[in-house]
T-cell receptor, first 110, second 117 residues
Framework: GENVEQHPSTLSVQEGDSAVIKCTYS??????FPWYKQELGKGPQLIID?????GEKKDQRIAVTLNKTAKHFSLHITETQPEDSAVYFC?????????FGAGTTVTVRA | DVKVTQSSRYLVKRTGEKVFLECVQD?????MFWYRQDPGLGLRLIYF???????EKGDIPEGYSVSREKKERFSLILESASTNQTSMYLC????????????????FGAGTRLSVL
């Protein structure tokens, strides 16, 4: 599948601070970029997505930005809360299949 | 709400056993997927299916096979389990994309943690 690099692999933030996760890719034909959140003991769940014709999308405390020229997209979580602690995966769509990044374990410290 | 149900949360099997992992979805989705999840490697696609009796290899199909006899059910088969197949297995389903990327949202089951001893 398409190679997607995700950084950092772990992220520890103080409650109330922001968290940023970045993914880079190489295939310029990808046109859909979802982010999934996996809580302990559960399967991944879509939290936000962005299409290639849009540069930014926000949904309450989370936002995703896409730079198609530079081939990277990022997840931004503001005012982090304990329930934001989870593993986050970026992904991209290519020929009806998703390729996933390696995941980022986010820990929000109280 | 879409529900994807994996029959077992935990399985322990012996090397050489034939293992069946079952997945059922209740939203009439055309697409179904099997992934394995390993630390530091993310989710890797094993097999997927666009329709009943149809299957396509993903990125890591070696050592696995699948069966889709009914639209709602997608089974992953380990013909002869080996220790390197110890992993978390995730099933997912989605609508058929047909060019509409919104239909490619995948819904995941809770996963089956398989240990092969």
């Amino acid at each position: 599948g398409e190679n997607v690099e995700q950084h950092p692999s772990t992220l520890s933030v103080q409650e109330g601070d922001s968290a940023v996760i970045k993914c880079t890719y190489s295939d310029s034909a990808s046109n859909y970029f979802p982010w999934y959140k996996q809580e302990l003991g559960k399967g991944p769940q879509l939290i936000i997505d962005i299409r290639s014709n849009v540069g930014e999308k926000k949904d309450q405390r989370i936002a995703v930005t896409l730079n198609k020229t530079a081939k990277h997209f990022s997840l931004h979580i503001t005012e982090t809360q304990p329930e934001d602690s989870a593993v986050y995966f970026c992904a991209l769509l290519r020929e009806d299949k998703l390729s996933f990044g390696a995941g980022t374990t986010v820990t929000v410290r109280a | 709400d879409v529900k994807v149900t994996q029959s077992s949360r935990y399985l322990v099997k012996r090397t050489g056993e034939k293992v069946f992992l079952e997945c059922v979805q209740d939203m009439d989705h055309e697409n179904m997927f099997w992934y394995r999840q390993d630390p530091g490697l993310g989710l890797r696609l094993i097999y997927f299916s666009y329709d009943v009796k149809m299957k396509e290899k993903g990125d890591i199909p070696e050592g696995y096979s699948v069966s889709r006899e009914k639209k709602e059910r997608f089974s992953l088969i380990l013909e002869s389990a080996s220790t390197n197949q110890t992993s978390m297995y995730l099933c997912a389903s989605s609508l058929l994309g047909e060019g509409d990327v919104a239909k490619n949202i995948q819904y995941f089951g809770a996963g089956t943690r398989l240990s092969v001893l």
